[in-house]
Nanobody, 126 residues
């Protein structure tokens, strides 16, 4: 089974920066798309940024020019560099991985889709 673990959240002042990390574990061969989502209280979960295995990126309009997504495919990891943070960026940030090719405990190759981490809290406040 594939598991995702986020880290790097915390409390930061407006205008500050944070770097979130997501590590995927398991007998993973490849991950097609990795993405960051966020959910603020009372709001639906929304896409923040995503990156394909080939390096194509997509960003929400609200974070363009401030956030940068990157991946380390060899380590099945993903990062979100967040700059010029605003109070409206406050949310729980979730890591997502889609179409994960992995090997189970019996050596059978399979795919896992739409995998989620447990989330990490980001709070932007003075």
């Amino acid at each position: 089974q594939v598991q995702l673990v986020e880290s790097g959240g915390g409390l930061v002042q407006p205008g500050g920066s944070l770097r979130l990390s997501c590590a995927a574990s398991g007998n993973i061969f490849s991950i097609n798309v990795m993405a960051w989502y966020r959910q603020a209280p009372g709001n639906e979960r929304e896409l923040v940024a995503e990156m394909t295995s080939g390096g194509t990126t997509t960003y929400a309009d609200s974070v363009k020019g401030r956030f940068s997504i990157s991946r380390d495919n060899a380590r099945n990891s993903m990062f979100l560099h967040m700059n010029s943070l605003k109070p409206e960026d406050t949310a729980i940030y979730y890591c997502n991985a889609d179409q994960v090719a992995y090997s189970d405990d019996y050596g059978h190759r399979d795919y896992q889709y739409d995998c989620w981490g447990q989330g990490t809290q980001v709070t932007v406040s003075s």
